[in-house]
């Protein structure tokens, strides 16, 4: 059981470039999201998604956005990349919206 | 405004007790998680509670108060493998969590 996949696992991206980042669970969860995690801080959410075709803005969403075409897919896409994005992003998935989080092994991103 | 806060860092000895607090104040109030994080590793699901008292599962228990917005994560005979951060999330009225910084354990021999 795979649970979560994300990709890549680590990223060196040019400023104003623009970037993917991809996530696959196979748990059939219907709700997932995309978090920030920086030193000294807590996760924070980006987006999230209650279920296929429908996502929502979290604490952090500027500069970033999200689509959900089927259950299993969720990707981040940053638009143009700048310096303060630079941080380690988790993807995770719930069965719904109040159930435990599984967590994705991690993207992490240097924006120079 | 939400707000969860865990002490950043405790050092405890192998084969001993360690209670690691946490505090928080949510928008609405549906459940405290804690979760443990390895160095470079993604977080992982420890324990859920919803009602006052004593949540246990084998080596590791947590507590919850929710009149003084209160819960801790108690870990008994530590083992090296332990050391790592514990994080802290509150579920707010909407079902979003905040997370607290994490709390770094240290386990010394």
């Known amino acids: 059981i795979a649970g979560i996949t994300q990709a890549p696992t680590s990223q060196i991206l040019a400023a104003g470039r623009r970037m993917t980042l991809r996530c696959t669970q196979d748990m059939r969860h219907n709700a997932m999201y995309w978090y920030r995690q920086d030193l000294g801080l807590g996760l924070r959410l980006i987006h999230y998604?209650?279920?296929?075709?429908?996502?929502g803005k979290g604490e952090v969403p500027d500069g970033y956005s999200v689509s959900r075409a089927n259950t299993d897919d969720f990707p981040l896409t940053l638009a143009s990349a700048v310096p303060s994005q630079t941080s380690v992003y988790f993807c995770a998935s719930s069965d719904s919206d109040r159930d435990i989080q599984y967590f994705g092994a991690g993207t992490r991103l240097s924006v120079l | 405004g939400q707000n969860i806060d865990q002490p950043t860092e405790m050092t405890a000895t192998e084969g001993a007790i360690v209670q690691i607090n946490c505090t928080y104040q949510?928008?609405?109030?549906?459940?405290l998680f804690w979760y443990q994080q390895h160095a470079g590793e993604a977080p992982t699901f420890l324990s859920y509670n919803v009602l006052d008292g004593l949540e246990e599962k084998g080596r590791f228990s947590s507590f919850l108060s929710r009149s003084k917005g209160y819960s801790y994560l108690l870990l008994k005979e530590l083992q090296m493998k332990d050391s790592a951060s514990y994080l802290c999330a509150g579920m707010d009225s909407n079902y979003q969590l905040i997370w607290g910084a994490g709390t770094k354990l240290i386990i010394k021999p």
């Open positions: 998604s209650n279920t296929a075709g429908t996502t």
């Open positions: 949510t928008s609405g109030f549906n459940g």
